[in-house]
């Protein structure tokens, strides 16, 4: 009978160090292993560094989809999964991997689930100059995203729909790995995401998923083929799980919408509820709406799809809708309507142009750290955000401008801080002598 040495060098009849130094050179892991890896891992059993040195050889070599099916599902069983199977409907969420001005689910929500889809939703916090769906949320005065899992469920059933963030029992194997990701560089390892991400979902108990895959510069993914590659990885593996899921790949070298900022965000996502909003955010709105509704199998055709969602934000039911979520989780319904119930920051300063012609670009990145550094996002997971803060967009790629025309409004807590960030905001900006056509947000699916 093997021991388990002090240091976890082994455990359940199996060598940590071995296990490790196969992936190392490449070899496929049985499904097994992997699992007693994960259970090991979160028992203490295994340490952070030999963690640590299976993450960096999985970041070298990769994974196969049968390995990365076999992590996400230890993942998944690490903590809590919750079961909607009580819940009549098939239950489907969507997911972004992060981008600048994304506050597509706030609005996306509501929607689908006034279109008779079962919505669970568990979202994240934004780190960098992502920004994350609850800070958002949280700057509905009183609104609160932790839920009990008994309160999720019933909340579920009730209105079709909970906004919640991730709860300290469901997956803490990803919470855990995700710490030593983010200090050994090794975040970008692909086969890492997927599990990350997908852990996650499936321990939240939908039966479908869309995914919105970010790629360009304000996204993780800055190449189409590597956005490509996350996007069938993910498909794959939640195929192999069993769950039907479909992928989106959109544009995020630009921000979405006109607005970069919590409060200012939420407002923009109302509007969109309202029948108003940026056209960009209104149509990648209807695009993953109407993936949920075909997942969700309340219509069989893009076009009726695409309808059924139209005439919800039409007919009011999609505000409706968000205002009952609101108030079911102790918030104010009425900022729904009337925006200025929202957080909003004391001072506007504005921003024009040096010169004259049309904008030819728009860097995301630039402009999601010029929101950070206002105060909007953070750079640790710790960090306080202010929900009044962020950037208003005045002027998109192929827009014309002159010398002094506004191309933004930063929205600051204190001037003083400013100006640095107005400089650079003038050179998120590129202004040149020809127009380019603005691109289309939509760039490609991938589907099973």
Do not use: W
Request: net charge negative; with cysteine; hydrophobic share 40%.
């Amino acid at each position: 009978m093997q021991v388990k040495s002090t240091l976890g060098d082994s455990i359940a009849g199996f060598s940590t160090t071995e296990l490790i130094a196969k992936k190392r050179d490449g070899e496929e892991l049985p499904p097994a292993e992997i699992g007693r890896l994960v259970e090991g891992f979160v028992s203490g059993e295994i340490t952070d560094y030999q963690m640590s040195a299976f993450a960096m050889a999985v970041y070298f070599q990769g994974m196969t989809p049968s390995e990365t099916t076999a992590l996400t599902l230890a993942m998944r069983d690490s903590g809590e999964v919750v079961d909607l199977s009580g819940i009549q409907g098939i239950k489907v969420d969507k997911h972004s991997t992060g981008g600048v001005g994304d506050k597509i689910s706030i609005c996306l929500a509501p929607l689908v689930a006034a279109c008779g889809v079962p919505l669970p939703m568990i979202s994240g916090r934004g780190l960098g100059h992502t920004g994350g769906t609850l800070d958002k949320l949280e700057a509905i005065p009183g609104f609160h995203v932790a839920l009990s899992t008994d309160a999720y469920v019933r909340q579920i059933h009730q209105i079709g729909c909970a906004l919640i963030g991730q709860t300290a029992d469901i997956v803490p194997a990803d919470k855990r790995l995700y710490a030593l990701r983010d200090v050994t560089a090794t975040v970008e390892s692909i086969p890492l995401i997927v599990s990350s991400i997908l852990s996650k979902k499936l321990a939240a108990g939908v039966d479908a998923l869309v995914l919105d895959v970010k790629v360009g510069r304000g996204a993780f993914m800055k190449t189409l083929e590597d956005a490509r590659r996350l996007a069938r990885l993910l498909v794959q593996v939640g195929t192999l799980a069993g769950k039907n899921i479909s992928a989106v790949l959109t544009d995020m070298d630009a921000p979405l919408g006109n607005a970069v900022g919590n409060a200012l965000e939420t407002r923009e996502a109302f509007e969109v509820l309202l029948g108003r909003g940026p056209e960009d955010v209104r149509e990648l709105t209807l695009v993953l709406g109407v993936e949920m509704l075909l997942l969700g199998n309340v219509e069989s055709s893009e076009a009726r799809a695409r309808k059924r969602l139209e005439q919800a934000l039409v007919r009011g039911r999609a505000a409706t809708k968000m205002e009952e979520i609101i108030k079911a989780q102790h918030g104010d319904p009425r900022v729904v309507r009337e925006h200025d119930r929202l957080p909003a920051a004391p001072h506007l300063i504005e921003v024009t142009s040096t010169q004259s012609g049309y904008v030819t670009r728009l860097d995301a990145f630039e402009v999601g750290q010029c929101s950070v550094a206002l105060g909007a996002g953070r750079n640790q997971i710790d960090d306080e955000v202010d929900p009044a803060v962020g950037i208003e967009l005045k002027k998109h790629v192929g827009d014309r401008v002159e010398v002094g025309t506004s191309l933004a409004v930063l929205h600051v807590r204190d001037c003083t801080h400013a100006a640095k960030t107005l400089n650079r905001i003038q050179t998120a900006y590129t202004i040149g002598t020809h127009r380019n056509a603005s691109q289309t947000r939509v760039l490609e699916y991938v589907r099973e």
